[in-house]
């Protein structure tokens, strides 16, 4: 989303599920609308749990302090209780004052008021998450403005590692920046390498460790990722791609080649020889038993409040007793 040098709208509204993309807009609007904001005390930053949000749009009523614009930010808008008083401000909004309020999340009730407003005058803007490829596109794209090349192969093997959070992914991009150096590529090697520079351990090395039936060295790198930051939704769909994966070896195995092979599984190629010595060790039934204990913590961790450390052990347990 760009914006103008010298038009701004009177409100904008925004919200959804993608947070980078909402702080990134939000930093650019700033960006943009800072020079036409002729005083400090024309600024100011709200939030939801703590406002008054009668008297702030009062505020946003008042004329400027200087010679410019007024900007005033509001975070954490849903958590706004008496939201009645927007829709009236709303309907003839000064033209010298920007509100820009940030909604977390999506609309539980986008047919109500204020909501319906903010559409009709079209200040509501939605975040929606990018996935798949279009996820691959963005990570592309933002290594080539860095002056690196990044293949489609390699983002794909960088999202799976680090899930699919932007925000973890930049992070990780910027990480590999640093490791390069001077060097233009960043390859499965370099990827690979700086999680072991970073001492970090990788889904794939959770699925290496869970294929050779290794209890101990599964439960420390499930904690391991866990104590990183990484989403226990992530890890329970990498583990069912994993097993489900498994169980398609033996009818491949002697129909195709191995990197053909590894793209049907799911797998780089560099995997793909761990994936065959763990489908030996792995009787139909183990997988079944695998994908059913998957299954429970999944259910688990989305209706309770348990440990994620706990119910992975647990599954831990089920899948290697």
């Given at each position: 989303?760009?914006?103008?040098?010298?038009?701004?709208?009177?409100?904008?509204?925004?919200?959804?599920?993608?947070?980078?993309?909402?702080?990134?807009?939000?930093?650019?609007?700033?960006?943009?609308?800072?020079?036409?904001?002729?005083?400090?005390?024309?600024?100011?930053?709200?939030?939801?749990?703590?406002?008054?949000?009668?008297?702030?749009?009062?505020?946003?009523?008042?004329?400027?302090?200087?010679?410019?614009?007024?900007?005033?930010?509001?975070?954490?808008?849903?958590?706004?209780?008496?939201?009645?008083?927007?829709?009236?401000?709303?309907?003839?909004?000064?033209?010298?004052?920007?509100?820009?309020?940030?909604?977390?999340?999506?609309?539980?009730?986008?047919?109500?008021?204020?909501?319906?407003?903010?559409?009709?005058?079209?200040?509501?803007?939605?975040?929606?998450?990018?996935?798949?490829?279009?996820?691959?596109?963005?990570?592309?794209?933002?290594?080539?403005?860095?002056?690196?090349?990044?293949?489609?192969?390699?983002?794909?093997?960088?999202?799976?590692?680090?899930?699919?959070?932007?925000?973890?992914?930049?992070?990780?991009?910027?990480?590999i920046f640093v490791y390069l150096g001077q060097n233009i590529e960043i390859d499965f090697t370099s990827?690979?390498?700086?999680?072991?520079?970073?001492?970090?351990?990788?889904?794939?090395?959770?699925?290496?460790?869970?294929?050779?039936?290794?209890?101990?060295?599964?439960?420390?790198?499930?904690?391991?990722?866990?104590?990183?930051?990484?989403?226990?939704?992530?890890?329970?769909?990498?583990?069912?791609?994993?097993?489900?994966?498994?169980?398609?070896?033996?009818?491949?195995?002697?129909?195709?080649?191995?990197?053909?092979?590894?793209?049907?599984?799911?797998?780089?190629?560099?995997?793909?020889?761990?994936?065959?010595?763990?489908?030996?060790?792995?009787?139909?039934?183990?997988?079944?038993?695998?994908?059913?204990?998957?299954?429970?913590?999944?259910?688990?961790?989305?209706?309770?409040?348990?440990?994620?450390?706990s119910l992975f052990t647990l599954f831990v347990t089920e899948v290697l007793n």
């Amino acid at each position: 989303m760009s914006f103008s040098k010298d038009k701004f709208l009177p409100v904008y509204f925004f919200f959804g599920n993608d947070s980078f993309s909402i702080d990134e807009t939000v930093g650019a609007l700033i960006k943009a609308i800072n020079p036409h904001v002729g005083s400090d005390f024309d600024k100011e930053t709200f939030y939801g749990d703590d406002i008054n949000l009668p008297q702030m749009l009062s505020m946003a009523s008042s004329f400027p302090f200087g010679a410019g614009r007024k900007f005033l930010l509001v975070k954490g808008f849903e958590k706004i209780k008496d939201k009645k008083s927007l829709t009236t401000y709303l309907n003839n909004p000064p033209e010298y004052t920007t509100i820009t309020f940030v909604h977390n999340g999506v609309m539980q009730n986008p047919d109500s008021e204020p909501y319906k407003t903010l559409i009709k005058n079209g200040f509501m803007f939605e975040a929606k998450e990018l996935k798949g490829e279009s996820l691959t596109d963005w990570l592309v794209e933002t290594a080539r403005k860095k002056g690196k090349e990044l293949s489609r192969e390699n983002a794909h093997y960088l999202m799976e590692i680090s899930g699919e959070n932007r925000a973890l992914l930049e992070d990780q991009l910027e990480k590999i920046f640093v490791y390069l150096g001077q060097n233009i590529e960043i390859d499965f090697t370099s990827i690979k390498m700086l999680s072991t520079a970073l001492k970090e351990f990788t889904i794939f090395d959770l699925q290496e460790a869970l294929g050779k039936k290794n209890k101990e060295q599964s439960v420390r790198i499930l904690y391991n990722l866990l104590d990183h930051g990484v989403d226990p939704v992530f890890i329970v769909a990498m583990l069912t791609k994993y097993f489900t994966g498994l169980s398609r070896i033996n009818e491949m195995k002697e129909k195709m080649p191995d990197a053909q092979a590894a793209r049907v599984v799911g797998t780089h190629q560099y995997y793909y020889k761990n994936y065959l010595a763990a489908r030996q060790k792995y009787s139909d039934k183990d997988l079944f038993r695998a994908l059913n204990a998957l299954l429970k913590a999944d259910i688990q961790q989305k209706t309770t409040s348990s440990d994620p450390k706990s119910l992975f052990t647990l599954f831990v347990t089920e899948v290697l007793n």
